[in-house]
């Protein structure tokens, strides 16, 4: 299931290709000198198997109609030794698939299982979120950005989406999805009034956007031959000591209200 800032719901494409990966090191293995001839044999089964995660096989799902099934092949006397030859070794590759892909998908879930915990919580249950830190796009660099807050709230969750994803109850002014997946949540110890971090208003695809609030600063550099104009920023729910060297231009443009004219 694919939920607001649920860290797996835009890594299909990276855990399709390590399964990829090992089910053909597999093949390989069985067939160093001809697997390169039989690849598509390699691509039919793939595509042909039934996959757990989408209750039906990647043909099915392409195509709405269950793939052509291949019969094992039964020797006829009448047949000629080169099509007998061709058509047991496409069974024996076949069944060789078959099991480097029921390897394959059985070691990447137990790979997964190792990281996954089954937490389940109530409705009414208050808790914390866990958010992508701030990340600047600009010449300045946070220094403490792994020491930053990762948790907000807390939450109340008011309900339940399927079996890993609750609905909480934001502030009226949040523009985030209210709905998160449980791997980014926690539960919350401490009475409703102790807020660890209000949530931010405003996110973007890399996390929360921070919105500045005072200019410290102005200074000019050289960057090549060209002068920059930067000015220190001081962002919301951070200190003064935080404040970061942001160019000038690239916050106007950012930031189009923001008061820059006596700097």
Known sequence: MSSAYHPQSDGQTEVLNKVLELFLRCFTFNNPKSWSKVISWA???????????????????????????????????????????????????????KSNLERAQQYMKHQADKHRNDVKFQIGELVLVRLQPYRQQSVALRKNQKLG??????????????????????????????VFHASQLKPFKGTAAEHYLPLPLTMSDTGPI???????????????????????????????????????????????????EDK
């Not at 092949?73 to 698939?97: F, M, S, V, W």
């Not at 109340?156 to 909480?168: D, M, P, Q, S, T």
């Open 149 to 178: 807050m990762r948790y907000f709230g807390p939450f109340e969750i008011i309900a339940c989406v399927g079996n890993v994803a609750y609905k909480l109850k934001l502030l009226d002014n949040a523009k985030i999805h209210p």
């Open 43 to 97: 691509e039919y089964w793939y595509n042909t198997a039934f996959q757990t995660s989408i209750g039906m096989t990647p043909f099915k799902a392409v195509y709405g109609r269950d793939p052509p099934y291949l019969t094992k092949y039964e020797a006829q006397e009448i047949d000629p030794p080169a099509l007998q030859e061709e058509l047991k070794g496409r069974d024996k590759i076949l069944q060789q698939l």
């Open 210 to 260: 921070l919105q500045p609030i005072a200019i410290l600063q102005a200074r000019t550099i050289m960057k090549g031959n060209q002068k920059a104009h930067q000015i220190l920023v001081q962002w919301e729910q951070n200190s003064k000591e935080e404040a970061t060297w942001e160019d000038f231009h690239d916050l106007q443009l950012k930031f189009p209200t923001l008061n820059l």
